[in-house]
Structures are given as C-alpha cells and as structure tokens.
C-alpha cells in the first residue's frame, strides 16, 4: 500500500495562474482532508470529504476549490493563485470504521509557491 | 470538535520525560483524545488515542483527567528525535456532521537537547 500520496510535490507558480492538487488514498477512507501550512504555523484544515461527491468547507476555504469524484482521489484547486497561497498543503484520510484506531494518515506535502 | 489549548513550547533534556500538557475542558461525552507529531516539514504522524482510561503504546503514554477537561502526552525517555510539534485534538468517532471536520490547533513546539 502506498497509503496517501500527493502529486505534485512542489510547484511554483505565478499570480492569476490556476493549478490542481491531487490526493490519492488506496486504502479504501472514506473521508478526506486538505490542509494547508503556513511557516512556523499549525494545520488550517481548508475542505474535507466523507464520501465520493461530497465536500465540505473547512477554517480556510476562500480561493480554493474541491472535488472528490472517485472515492480514491481528492483534488484540490486553485483558479487564480495569489501569493498568499504560498504554503505546504497536507493531504490526509481516515477511516469511518469503528473498529479502527481512527488515526488520520497523512501525505508527505506539497510545497506551492506563487510568485 | 472541541478545542483545545497546549502552551507553544517546551524544553526537555535528553533521557528525562516530556510531559505535554493539553486542556480540553469543552470534550464532550463521545470525544476522544488524540495527539500526533510532526517532524520538520513532514506529514503529522499519528500517537495515541484515548478516551477515558490512561493508555500506553511504544511511542507513547496518554494520560486523561478523571473529568476529562485536560490530558498529558508522556514520552518516558525523550531523545533528539523527539524534537517536533505535538498536536492535540479531540473528536468523536462516529464521524457524522461536525464530528467530520477535523481541525488541529498550533500544538507544542517541544525541544530535546543535550
């Protein structure tokens, strides 16, 4: 299992250009989570899942858009990049199984730069 | 989810306990406890969990008030690798309406040293 993996992992971009984020989990979550860094900050959760076709907004949402057309994948949008953007966005899943530890599992970032 | 409250840093010494501190005097009935740790740059990584009773993994030791208004993460014999931001939050497990968004404070940035 690769567990969570973000693509890509960095990226710099230029203000007003659009970009997506993507989020794929093969361990069969059903919630999922988009996070965003800023330096020496905590996580801002920004949209989240809990199931294919739906999303829901987090602490951060404005500029950024979702969608999670397959349960697998998460993706996560930016239609006019602004510097303020610039962060470490973290992906993560979790399982609605009881059963399990309830642990989120968490990507290894993706490092955006808008300049 | 409820919030919580954890002082923005600690200092521990190699070999001796890090005891860090968390109040979460809003958990509700149904909430459990978790800490992660994330180190450098890296993806938080999950601790341990509890809900009412004091719980130990290989990690870690978690322990949890009798009112369940606060808890302390213990690592028993920090190392420099401990150094990281611990995180701590509380949520339900049934995952249904708010219980689904996940939110993380700015947790405590500990320092092992020599």
């Known amino acids: 299992n690769a567990g969570v993996t973000q693509t890509p992992k960095f990226r710099v971009l230029k203000t007003g250009q659009s970009m997506t984020l993507l989020c794929a989990q093969d361990?069969?979550?059903?919630?999922m989570y988009w996070y965003r860094q800023d330096p020496g900050m905590g996580l801002r959760l920004i949209h989240y899942?809990?199931?294919?076709?739906?999303?829901a907004k987090g602490e951060v949402p404005d500029g950024y858009n979702v969608s999670r057309l397959k349960k697998q994948n998460f993706l996560l949008g930016l239609e006019s990049a602004a510097p303020s953007q610039t962060s470490v966005y973290f992906c993560?899943?979790?399982?609605?199984?009881?059963?399990?530890?309830?642990?989120?599992?968490f990507g290894e970032g993706s490092r955006l730069t808008v300049l | 989810d409820a919030k919580t409250t954890q002082p923005p840093s600690m200092d521990c010494a190699e070999g001796r306990a890090a005891n860090l501190p968390c109040n979460h005097s809003?958990?509700?009935?149904?909430?459990?406890v978790y800490w992660y740790r994330q180190i450098h740059s890296q993806g938080p990584q999950y601790i341990i969990h509890g809900l009412k009773n004091n719980e130990t993994n290989e990690m870690a030791s978690l322990i949890i008030t009798e009112d369940r208004k606060s808890s302390t993460l213990i690592l028993p014999h920090a190392t420099l690798r401990d150094t990281a931001v611990y995180y701590c939050i509380v949520r339900g497990q049934k995952y249904t309406g708010t219980a689904s968004k996940l939110t993380f404070g700015t947790g405590t940035r500990l320092q092992v040293t020599l």
């Open positions: 899942s809990v199931g294919e076709g739906t999303t």
């Open positions: 809003t958990i509700s009935g149904n909430e459990y």
């Open positions: 361990m069969n979550h059903e919630y």
């Open positions: 993560a899943s979790l399982t609605r199984r009881l059963a399990d530890t309830g642990e989120l599992f």
